[in-house]
């Protein structure tokens, strides 16, 4: 089974900085044939279900704003919010589909 | 609009049976992969399966395999989780999510959730 693991497990921004947020995987989730990575990221709020913003590990999802980024491949990736606002105080998990389905343990990110 | 509707809240007693279910419509139900998350009280995601509604092709994570049971009726687009003999363990919210059938597998819409509450 694939591990996921996020760093930090919390993080306090203030609004208008950059957010940064680490997932590992503990083995490759680079598929070479075509060359994608199976890992996406994803934002939830309290009280509400996750919404998908990344997949591919670099792709955004329809609708998602453009502070929100997703980088790396193969084992290290990371999630950036360029100019934290208010509305991105939530919890984000990584998701690794390359085999079995797994999730990183998420990350708490809060208004310093 | 792409809507998944799950059933609602339910409290039940260690030992008693429950199936819980998640209605999708505005796209082809079978179109489309269902998955089941679990999300224990203030805990992470956990993957606990999915079904191709098309054919009823159903994996499942190790972790839930012959503790739970997926199904689906595609003629009312409804996918299903539930199980025999529910546990204390068992309480949590639970949520299905759509997957695509090829290239990308990441859970692009998802249900309101559903909450199991089990307690004597």
């Known amino acids: 089974d694939i591990v996921m693991t996020q760093s930090p497990d919390s993080l306090a921004v203030s609004l208008g900085e950059r957010a940064t947020i680490n997932c590992k995987s503990s083995?490759?989730?680079?598929?070479?044939?075509?060359?994608?990575?199976?890992l996406a990221w994803y934002q939830q709020k309290p009280g509400q279900p996750p919404k998908l913003l990344i997949y591919?590990?670099?792709t955004r999802q329809s609708g998602v704003p453009d502070r929100f980024s997703g980088s790396g491949s193969g084992t290290d990736f990371t999630l950036t919010i360029s100019s934290l606002q208010a509305e991105d105080v939530a919890v984000y998990y990584c998701?690794?589909?390359?085999?079995?389905?797994?999730f990183g343990q998420g990350t708490k990110l809060e208004i310093k | 609009e792409v809507q998944l509707v799950q059933s609602g809240a339910e409290v039940k007693k260690p030992g008693e049976s429950l199936k819980i279910s998640c209605k999708g419509s505005?796209?082809?139900?079978?179109?489309?992969?269902i998955g089941w998350v679990r999300q224990m009280p203030g805990k992470g995601l956990e993957w606990m399966g999915i079904?191709?509604?098309?054919?009823?092709?159903?994996r499942y994570s190790p972790s839930f395999q012959g503790q739970v049971t997926i199904s689906a009726d595609k003629s009312i687009s409804t996918a299903y989780l539930q199980w025999s003999s529910l546990k204390a363990s068992d309480t949590a919210m639970y949520y299905c999510?759509?997957?695509?059938?090829?290239?990308?597998?990441?859970?692009?819409?998802w249900g309101q959730g559903t909450l199991v509450t089990v307690s004597s």
């Open positions: 999510a759509r997957q695509p059938l090829t290239g990308d597998q990441s859970f692009d819409y």
């Open positions: 505005g796209y082809s139900f079978t179109s489309y992969w």
């Open positions: 079904i191709y509604p098309g054919d009823s092709d159903t």
């Open positions: 083995q490759s989730v680079l598929y070479s044939s075509n060359n994608k990575n199976y």
């Open positions: 591919w590990a670099s």
């Open positions: 998701h690794q589909y390359y085999s079995t389905p797994s």
